[in-house]
């Protein structure tokens, strides 16, 4: 039996005001820290993304290199395999 806190058959309007609460307080939050400048969010952002973009520089570097060092010293076709002396 499922349990709806109490209410049931309560319609779509409750499901909606339920998601439009639930949305409305972080981008209310969101807004407040912007336009008074709590918690120096600024410098938050700043950092966040020179080091998110410093992560993805070092990501394809990492990947660049090691798709160019397989490249370089990969084995011709004929050498795949194991090595079989009989």
Request: hydrophobic share 55%; aromatic share 14%; net charge positive.
């Given at each position: 039996?499922?349990?709806?806190?109490?209410?049931?058959?309560?319609?779509?309007?409750?499901?909606?005001?339920?998601?439009?609460?639930?949305?409305?307080?972080?981008?209310?939050?969101?807004?407040?820290?912007?336009?008074?400048?709590?918690?120096?969010?600024?410098?938050?952002?700043?950092?966040?993304?020179?080091?998110?973009?410093?992560?993805?520089?070092?990501?394809?570097?990492?990947?660049?290199?090691?798709?160019?060092?397989?490249?370089?010293?990969?084995?011709?076709?004929?050498?795949?395999?194991f090595?079989?002396?009989?």
């Amino acid at each position: 039996m499922a349990v709806g806190f109490g209410i049931i058959n309560a319609g779509a309007w409750l499901f909606l005001v339920g998601i439009a609460d639930f949305n409305c307080f972080p981008i209310g939050v969101g807004i407040a820290v912007m336009r008074y400048h709590l918690l120096d969010i600024d410098v938050v952002i700043n950092r966040a993304l020179v080091y998110g973009s410093l992560t993805a520089v070092l990501v394809l570097v990492y990947f660049g290199s090691l798709a160019a060092t397989q490249t370089i010293f990969q084995t011709s076709p004929a050498n795949r395999g194991f090595r079989t002396f009989s």
